[in-house]
């Protein structure tokens, strides 16, 4: 994602923030900040490390009653103390489990109202279904729905319905929370032609300026943008205070072995430190910042926790009921078996470099894509791991949520580098377009210009492997989103020679590869190698 952060745009912002000026921080009010993201429909416990389905002798977090009882009980800690309490959400409810496959928001919807989610801020995923449907949720929820930097006055579903920020008052301080989404979305997800997606820099500041002009308040960027961003806003655009992020499943916390920092993180921005936290993905940490504020609004302290909803916390009665209830007709399709797995595959590094899933899925597409010599997905796929010993239909479901069908096309070597290239422009980390591949072989320098990085490609060919002639044309498999341009591969939807993008659902491909057996062969080999 580009922000368009130029100096008169950050000169302008500066500007229209009068009340932006040093003051003592002498705290005078106490709140504490109660928030989930990145939540994916994740209604029962999960596997610690992969986010799969839990099963026994496995550490296992979250699900929806205990998330519930754990902000119950973060919240009487809060009042017992003299905090008040605001519990918000930074986006990507929607997507990941049967319960959205089958419900399509309901039920997250159900759960959100019962935990007393007061805001949240749109992810990518709320867009995978369409406007319609996100409409649907919108229209059910019973607190705002915030975007700032999405422009739906063209789309008659959403027109009017999002709110750029929205304020409380609690513990006797102003806060407002101002919602911004990944103007990644098109590229994401489905949120049709109506939509614009603006820049959250730009948003932000607008709302910040509207916030200031009516008095002191601490501003809180409900943030569905991604870690790095999150850093890149809290560093150039004044006046805000605290991010609470989502989008890049990053966990922020303190004596955890999964956390990739603390929480918060502190960044030194144009007029103020600002405090950055995020609670990972699928509901198993549950964040609690607690500040004390000075008069004008700005952090004289902060504390809290990011905690993991393991057995410390109780299971709310409500919503395991609401959660049966929403199961009931997923039973039967969840318990199919399809096969067997000597080892468990974990989607930890699938966005980093090879990964035996991304293999395992890889060869699943190649196998059902008849005549096809390449396959590529992409690692932000696989949106978690397969356990060992026996796999269901849904836990397969669990990993490939998204209803994709495996698509086909001819396509030159020479955009085969090109697809390569842009599953890599991002480099190794969080960029959900890492390259998973079958077929090939290819090395990449990490650390060249994004766009030449790809340093040598070879193409199976009978038993062994020949380098890639960048003038053939060459039968490529990968999934419908991605052969439309999903996840910046322009080069599948505007290079594709005879493309077809109704091949079997890969969910389905998946588990005839397990089926077959093949899959219990499937390792890390080499194919992807750093240079």
Known sequence: MTMMLSRRFLLGAALALPALRTSPAQAVHQVRLVHVNDFHSRHEPVARPTGAACRPNDTCLGGSARLAGAIATAKAEAAAAGRGVVAIDAGDEFMGSLFYTQHRGAAELAVMKAWGCEAMTLGNHEFDNGAANLARFVDGANFPILSANIDATREPELAGKLRPWWEATRGGARIAFIGVTTPETPLLSSPGRNLRFNDPAEAAAKAIAEIRATGPATIVLLSHLGFDMDRRMAAEVPGLDVIVGGHSHTLLANNE??????????????????????TGAYGRFLGMLDLDLAADGKVAATGGACSPIGPAFP????VATLVAEFALPLAETRRRPVGTLPAALNNAECRRGECALGNLVAEAILARAPGAEIAITNGGGLRAGLPDGAV???DVLTTLPFGNTVATMGLRGADVVGALENGLSQGAGT????????????????????GSRVRS??????????????GRVYRVATNDFMRRGGDGYAVFRDRALDPYDGGVLLEEAVAEEIASG???????????AVR
């Open 257 to 278: 072995p999964d956390s990739e920092g603390p929480s918060p993180v502190l960044v030194d921005g144009r007029d103020r430190t600002v405090r950055i936290v995020q």
């Open 315 to 318: 299971e709310d009665a409500r």
């Open 431 to 450: 960029a959900g377009r890492f390259p998973q591949v079958a077929g090939i072989r290819f090395a990449w320098d990490p650390d060249a210009p994004a």
């Open 457 to 470: 490609v070879k193409v199976a060919q009978g038993s062994g492997f020949a380098a890639l002639d960048p």
């Open 518 to 528: 093949r899959a219990a062969a499937i390792r890390t080999d080499g194919r992807i």
């Open 392 to 394: 269901t239909y849904g």
